[in-house]
Nanobody
Framework: QLQLVESGGGSVQPGGSLRLSCAASGFTLDRYTIGWFRQAPGKEREGVSCISSNAGSSTYYADSVKGRFTISRDNAKNTVYLQMNSLKPEDTAVYYC????????????????WGQGTQVMVSS
């Protein structure tokens, strides 16, 4: 059974940091594009960052997080991370990771596998 599990969410003050993890079971992540998405209440799901399969290891970031967030892989742990620094209140959302063997980018409907999400709240 293919499964993605996010962890690492929580509450933090503006300017703080969190590291989200996306752990896979039932398949090896390095063969998949991994995307991080987020959805705030009443808003559409939006792409945050993605990393290509290990063959390319390209990364891409939404303009809103560029320079603050970093996506990375640890193939030995079958896990992808999203390091989030200088967090802002507008980063508050449920964060999801998703995997797809073919697609690259931020069109969430193209991703086949999704985690359950982890809540991030940034407030003072």
């Amino acid at each position: 059974q293919l499964q993605l599990v996010e962890s690492g969410g929580g509450s933090v003050q503006p300017g703080g940091s969190l590291r989200l993890s996306c752990a896979a079971s039932g398949f090896t992540l390095d063969r998949y594009t991994i995307g991080w998405f987020r959805q705030a209440p009443g808003k559409e799901r939006e792409g945050v960052s993605c990393i290509s399969s290990n063959a390319g290891s390209s990364t891409y970031y939404a303009d809103s997080v560029k320079g603050r967030f970093t996506i990375s892989r640890d193939n030995a742990k079958n896990t992808v991370y999203l390091q989030m620094n200088s967090l802002k209140p507008e980063d508050t959302a449920v964060y999801y990771c998703a995997a797809d063997e073919v697609f690259w980018g931020f069109v969430h409907r193209e991703y086949d596998y999704w985690g359950q999400g982890t809540q991030v709240m940034v407030s003072s």
